[in-house]
T-cell receptor, first 111, second 112 residues
Framework: KQEVTQIPAALSVPEGENLVLNCSFTDSAIYNLQWFRQDPGKGLTSLLL?????REQTSGRLNASLDKSSGRSTLYIAASQPGDSATYLCAEATSGSRLTFGEGTQLTVNP | NAGVTQTPKFQVLKTGQSMTLQCAQD?????MSWYRQDPGMGLRLIHY???????DQGEVPNGYNVSRSTTEDFPLRLLSAAPSQTSVYFC???????????FGPGTRLTVL
């Protein structure tokens, strides 16, 4: 069974700090890996998508990497801001085009 | 584009009642899916569709039915609601299922 694990489950940092969120997956037959943001009581907002043939993707202050051989992805957030506070979810797309989600990292950025 | 829309936003049912959660997208996406989100369990796939007329089961399909008569709509039916179906339900869509997936705002369902 595919499993996706996110570490840490919760993270609290001061404003301005650079931080890394980790995601590990067990299925090497990955199509892509997608990072999402979820605010309390809201839906999921897509942040970055990395195809299996890619090593990383960047959008503004966000950079996501993918290492298929080790089954790991990281989301790097530069110069964190209070508005970055949310739960970050990673999801692996494999056979059948189905997403398997991690349980998320709850990020709090303190002013 | 409205993106992915879901109705209703909130719903309270009694055990044994039936209802349909609506999902629609206006992006001409072929692939649509339903997930439920529960504390400690994350998001789990219920059913998905790779195009009109084609549906398949996900990880937790029991108690739910789907159909896909048009590209735009993918309703989820609860046949006889149970308290275990209390959850937040999300609909998602993408062009092929192998690219970026877009999620709706969710339906928060409580079954008493």
């Amino acid at each position: 069974k595919q499993e996706v694990t996110q570490i840490p489950a919760a993270l609290s940092v001061p404003e301005g700090e650079n931080l890394v969120l980790n995601c590990s997956f067990t299925d090497s037959a990955i199509y892509n890996l997608q990072w999402f943001r979820q605010d309390p009581g809201k839906g999921l907002t897509s942040l970055l998508l990395i195809q299996s043939s890619q090593r990383e993707q960047t959008s503004g202050r966000l950079n996501a990497s993918l290492d298929k051989s080790s089954g790991r992805s990281t989301l790097y957030i530069a110069a964190s801001q209070p508005g970055d506070s949310a739960t970050y979810l990673c999801a692996e797309a494999t056979s059948g085009s189905r997403l398997t989600f991690g349980e998320g990292t709850q990020l709090t950025v303190n002013p | 584009n409205a993106g992915v829309t879901q109705t209703p936003k909130f719903q309270v049912l009694k055990t044994g009642q039936s209802m349909t959660l609506q999902c629609a997208q206006d992006m001409n996406h072929e692939y649509m899916s339903w997930y439920r989100q529960d504390p400690g369990m994350g998001l789990r796939l219920i059913h998905y569709s790779v195009g009109a007329g084609i549906t398949d089961q996900g990880e937790v399909p029991n108690g739910y039915n789907v159909s896909r008569s048009t590209t735009e709509d993918f309703p989820l039916r609860l046949l006889s609601a149970a308290p275990s179906q209390t959850s937040v339900y999300f609909c998602a869509s993408s062009y092929t299922g192998k690219d970026e997936q877009f999620f709706g705002p969710g339906t928060r369902l409580t079954v008493l």
